[in-house]
């Protein structure tokens, strides 16, 4: 393949679900994947879908199976003080989040990618991206020891925080907004049935907890750890004995334990790079901006981005139209800020900052109180839980 409309780099749910949504918009895509399909499906992520996600997997052709297997669920808990308080989502928004895992999502997606015989080179080694303030951008790349070169219209960078796309802006052009915190999660996945029927955010003296599921026997549970964590250090024993020390005594003796099937340990930062569109590459999902996962919105950015990119696409293929590609940087950025400020204040808000001096605990202590206290503060986090609108 030597020329093509669109080359998207990355295979990860950004990368796949453009690739879909523009297959059922009739443009010609390339997908070009650094790992292996294994590897891809290998790592454990999100879990929770707006239902703006949710929209897009449908009209992408690929929500048979999440629409059996997700769970839908109308609240969510915060659990401070041993106190139990749930954000009733369908009272406070009339809406609802979806779980269904980032894998689910990403194995879905390939089925329908293999089914519709657009290609999707795995294992492309060194892709390489030139000419992208040219009207015809150049990828190069080496697959099975063979250096190989495509021109395209488009690019769509969707190759996640360390991926080439971001790297390949200016530096000069660039810029980076960032926040690394004092801390990381560490999760583990296994065959248990959940705690509760929904997830439940915990913000405890000895850290943070989040319990959530991938189904009604497969259980993701998530401790704050420490920068200097080692998983060889966290056996399932000591994870399990932690966790339980963090659950509230109504769920104490509901934990079911098993053997992990994964186990690792995650960084949080917050992070934006400015702008997301470099001549005729187009910055879409992790590859432009990362979140603290506390809030669940890494996933669901990179369902918005792919929105408006592929919105742009099909006016600039199908109408002559440049005017979506042109307002993309900043219709993604506008929404990207937004998630941005929520995941922050999540992160805030539920976890323990070592050191932290004694104003910011009290600070913390209000924030929660008021919350609690009130329906306007439980409704503005119940509408960016859910997702803002597109
Ligand atoms: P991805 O990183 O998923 O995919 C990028 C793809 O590009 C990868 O397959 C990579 O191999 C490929 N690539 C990279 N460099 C390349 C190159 N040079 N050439 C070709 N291909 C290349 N989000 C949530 O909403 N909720 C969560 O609970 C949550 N938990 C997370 C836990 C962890 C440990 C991590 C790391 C992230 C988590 N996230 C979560 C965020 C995560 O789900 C991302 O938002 C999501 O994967 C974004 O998808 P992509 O933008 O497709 O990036
Ligand atoms: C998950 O199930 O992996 C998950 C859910 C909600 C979050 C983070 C992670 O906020």
Redesign the pocket.
Known sequence: MKSVSVVI?????????LGQLLQTSGIETVI????SPD??LG??????LEQGAVSLMRQAGCSERMDKEGIVHHGTALMVDGQMHRIDFQDLTGTSVLVYG?TEV?RDLMDARTASGAPTLYE?E??SLSDLDSPRPTVR?RKDGIEQTITCDFIAG????????RRSIPAHILKTYERVYPFG?L?LLSDTPPVDDELIYINHPRGFALC?MRSHSRSRYYLQCGLDEKIKDWSDERFWDALQDRLPASHQDRLVRGPSIEK?I?PLRSFVAEPMRYGQLFL????AH??P?T????????AS?VYYLWKGLEDFYHHGQSGGLEAYAGKALARVWKAERFSWWMTTMLHQFPGQPAFESKMQQAELAYLFSSRAAMTALAENYVGLPY
């Open positions: 780099i990355g295979a990860g749910p950004a990368g796949l679900l070009l994947e650094q790992r590897y891809v790592r454990i992520r999100a879990g929770v980032q990403t492309a060194d892709v790349f969707c190759d996640g925080f360390h991926g080439v796309s999660w999760g959530s690792s995650a879409a999902g992790d590859a990362i979140v996962p809030g669940a919105k890494g996933l669901n950015l990179a981005d």
